[in-house]
């Protein structure tokens, strides 16, 4: 589904949050700093299936701007 049909109907997926996270995290550096400062580690399963978007959120965690 295209992104105009999506948020003309107000409904995302899950690569939509993800996506819009990442460019809160990337871009707000206080929020950034909240939510990293809240994990001290964070595991992740089966790191080689991570796509992408999922690799830059997991990595703006840890981006010190």
Avoid at 10 to 32: A, C, M, P, Q, W
Avoid at 53 to 65: A, G, T
């Amino acid at each position: 589904i295209s992104t105009k049909i999506k948020w003309f109907k107000l409904r995302v997926d899950f690569g939509d949050l993800i996506l819009h996270t990442v460019k809160i995290l990337e871009n707000y550096s206080d929020i950034r700093e909240i939510y990293s400062n809240n994990f001290k580690y964070i595991l992740v399963d089966e790191y080689q299936d991570t796509n992408f978007i999922q690799s830059r959120w997991l990595n703006s965690f840890i981006w010190k701007k």
